[in-house]
């Protein structure tokens, strides 16, 4: 069965970095764009960051752009965020997601910016 596995959340300062990493299995990693979420208390979930399948194309939300950085191991079945100069509103449960004959999500990594 298809499984996400997200790593790498915690508490921050505003200006700090984290790298989070999503350990995917269940399905053939290499062949399928993969795609990170977050969602802010009160909020909708929205698109951070996605990626193609070979790492060679990547797209951000426009707030995010330039601070963070999507990239992808496919021999370690692994996506990473790195997310640079975060921001107090850069705030939430930060999922990772693919669609492979329907939506799968992992179970998220909270990121807490904040003095």
């Known amino acids: 069965q298809v499984q996400l596995v997200e790593s790498g959340g915690g508490l921050v300062q505003p200006g700090g970095s984290l790298r989070l990493s999503c350990a995917a299995s269940?399905?053939?990693?290499?062949?399928?764009?993969m795609r990170w979420y977050r969602q802010a208390p009160g909020k909708e979930r929205e698109l951070v960051a996605s990626?193609?399948?070979?790492?060679?194309?990547?797209t951000y939300a426009g707030s995010v752009k330039g601070r963070f950085t999507i990239s992808r191991d496919n021999a370690k079945s692994t996506m990473y965020l790195q997310m640079n100069s975060l921001k107090p509103e850069d705030t939430a449960v930060y999922y990772c997601?693919?669609?492979?004959?329907?939506?799968?999500w992992g179970q998220g990594t909270p990121v807490t910016v904040s003095s």
């Open positions: 997601h693919v669609f492979f004959f329907r939506d799968y």
């Open positions: 990626i193609s399948v070979s790492g060679g194309t990547t």
């Open positions: 269940g399905f053939t990693f290499s062949n399928y764009g």
